[in-house]
């Protein structure tokens, strides 16, 4: 099992470039989220799934669409590019028989918007 | 609204002595509670978690006190030791059906240096 899979790990985009994030997960999990890591604000949720074809906002999903046609795939794209979407992107899953919550995190993507 | 906060970005230990790394949440209704630690260049990884409806729960070194009048609740590392040195986030959850289902509330993090 790779477990949770992204790339690329590091980007860096003009302002008002778009670009895609992806996401892989081979643990059969119906939940996938994402999550952007700010200095001093934690993980804050972008966009979540709860199985393939749904899809909802998190905590900051402006600048940011998802879609999940399959169960092991969640990109993340940003459509034009801003300086506030400098982060680092991380994207979990969860399986039906996590007790409490728990979720897998992947290595993460090092976003820079210059 | 900041609903999990911890208000320590930093602590500093000796090997050997106990960690003690606090989390404060602001909504009752959460009923899961989880710590993740992180290091530099990696994604975050599940340490141990609590349900509302208990008060500790153990793992070997690691302890979570859950205190549910106060709303808080706290990381115990003991013995502390030098590869523990890391990003440590709490996390809260809801229930299946609240607004939270499924989702984690990070707090900001509390960065752990063990000193050898």
């Known amino acids: 099992n790779a477990g949770v899979t992204q790339t690329p790990k590091f980007q860096v985009l003009k302002t008002g470039q778009s670009m895609t994030l992806q996401c892989a997960q081979d643990?059969?999990?119906?939940?996938m989220s994402w999550y952007r890591q700010d200095p001093g604000m934690g993980l804050r949720l972008i966009h979540y799934s709860v199985g393939a074809g749904i899809t909802d906002q998190g905590e900051v999903p402006n600048g940011y669409n998802v879609s999940r046609s399959t169960t092991e795939d969640f990109p993340l794209r940003l459509l034009s590019a801003a300086p506030s979407q400098t982060s680092v992107y991380f994207c979990?899953?969860?399986?039906?028989?996590?007790?409490?919550?728990?979720?897998?995190f992947g290595p993460g993507t090092r976003l820079t918007v210059l | 609204d900041q609903q999990v906060k911890q208000n320590s970005p930093s602590l500093s230990v000796q090997e050997g002595r106990i960690s003690i790394l606090n989390c404060d949440y602001t909504n009752s209704m959460f009923d899961y509670f989880l710590w993740y630690k992180k290091y530099p260049a990696e994604g975050p990884t599940f340490l141990i978690s609590i349900s509302s409806i208990k008060d500790k729960n153990e793992d070997g070194r690691f302890t979570v006190f859950l205190n549910k009048s106060a709303k808080h609740l706290s990381l115990h590392i003991v013995p502390s030791q030098p590869g523990d040195s890391a990003v440590y986030f709490c996390a809260a959850s809801g229930r299946h059906g609240s607004s939270n289902t499924g989702k984690l509330i990070f707090g900001q993090g509390t960065t752990l240096q063990v000193k050898p």
């Open positions: 979990a899953s969860r399986g039906g028989t996590s007790g409490h919550n728990e979720q897998f």
């Open positions: 643990m059969n999990h119906e939940y």
